[in-house]
């Protein structure tokens, strides 16, 4: 009787997508996330160019997104090394924050005593204006380090105390938003601070610890570039900022419109791969990330 059953099943076909169900790389390029905010964009640039065109306006008061780009191809020998000058301040910055965000925060859930005792100086820090205190940094760091590197430190301490808050406040707020039933169990099992530290908190943490990745890692960016300008570096130190600061005394606001759309694409650029750090990570366990059917 079993052998009635036993019907030979035709081949499914096979399907576009892959065979867990997800959608193949180009679907997910021309999928409407992605496809609508270029479009958005593409119309916002024509209808700029076109009222530029229309009105009549000069270069020097509001140039058209054709003459940025031409200005940028020409100037690019000029703008690219002023922007790995500020894309190597940035990171420093960033792996800074992240390193002793990350630290501070396990120090702050190991003792309450610490965190209340210390956190509030944190917010003071992150509330104090990065513009009133960066010339303070900049003559502190130049009586510690000689030479030119005192200008490089200056602006990534400058950059460090803008992105380190956000990694702070999150990872603390992620590490003491473990399941307490959980920590009971870790308790009721004689486990060590470390073996809870390692299998309970940071896992919890990891989706806040991401997510203050990336706010610190535009923030590190702005703190970046906030300092180059209080700074006023010149010469082989220059960033962005320099560029962007020189070009608006001088009128060239072309240049200066080239070296905004590099410090954009840079910060944007910083967001997409954060992005897709913490989607790559979360993506099969945690339900901000998961993909479904529906």
């Keep these: 009787m079993d052998n009635l059953f036993d019907v030979p099943r035709q081949p499914e076909a096979s399907a ?7 959608p193949s790389q ?22 700029w160019e076109l009222g530029v065109r229309l ?18 191809v ?14 190597k301040i940035t990171l420093f910055a960033f792996l800074a924050a992240v390193v002793s965000g990350l630290l501070v925060s396990v120090l702050f859930t190991q003792s309450k ?9 944190a917010v003071i820090l992150q509330t104090t204006p990065i513009v009133a205190i ?10 510690l380090v000689p030479g030119t590197a005192s200008t490089f430190v200056s602006l990534v301490i400058c950059a460090w105390l803008v992105a380190f808050f956000p990694i ?7 590490l003491n938003s473990a399941d307490h039933n959980l920590i009971n169990l870790f308790q009721l099992y004689r486990a060590s601070r470390w073996q809870t530290l390692r299998y309970l908190r940071l896992p919890s943490a990891l989706p806040y610890f991401l997510g203050g990745l990336r706010i610190s890692g535009g923030l590190a960016l702005i703190g970046a570039v906030v300092a180059e300008f209080v700074a006023g570096t ?5 960033g962005l900022a320099y560029q962007i600061l020189i070009s608006s005394f001088n009128l060239q606001i072309p240049r200066m419109f080239a070296a905004l759309l590099l410090t954009t694409v840079l910060g944007i650029l910083i967001f997409v791969l954060l992005t897709m750090l913490s989607d790559r990570l979360l993506r099969h366990w945690h339900e901000s990330a998961v993909r479904r059917e529906n």
Excluded: C, H, K
Aim: aromatic share 8%.
């Design 16 to 22: 576009p997508s892959s065979e867990s169900g997800q």
């Design 26 to 47: 180009l679907q997910r390029l021309l999928s409407p996330d992605i496809l609508a905010p270029i479009l958005v964009g593409l119309l916002m640039l024509a209808l």
């Design 55 to 72: 009105t009549n306006t000069p270069p020097y008061i509001l140039p058209g997104p054709i003459l940025v780009l031409q200005t940028l």
């Design 74 to 87: 020409r100037e690019w020998g000029t703008l690219f090394p002023s922007l790995l000058i500020t894309m």
């Design 113 to 121: 005593w610490i965190e209340r005792s210390f956190f509030p100086y």
């Design 134 to 143: 960066a010339p303070l940094i900049i003559l502190w760091v130049r009586q």
């Design 168 to 174: 702070l406040s999150n990872t603390t707020l992620g």
């Design 234 to 238: 010149g010469g082989t130190s220059s």
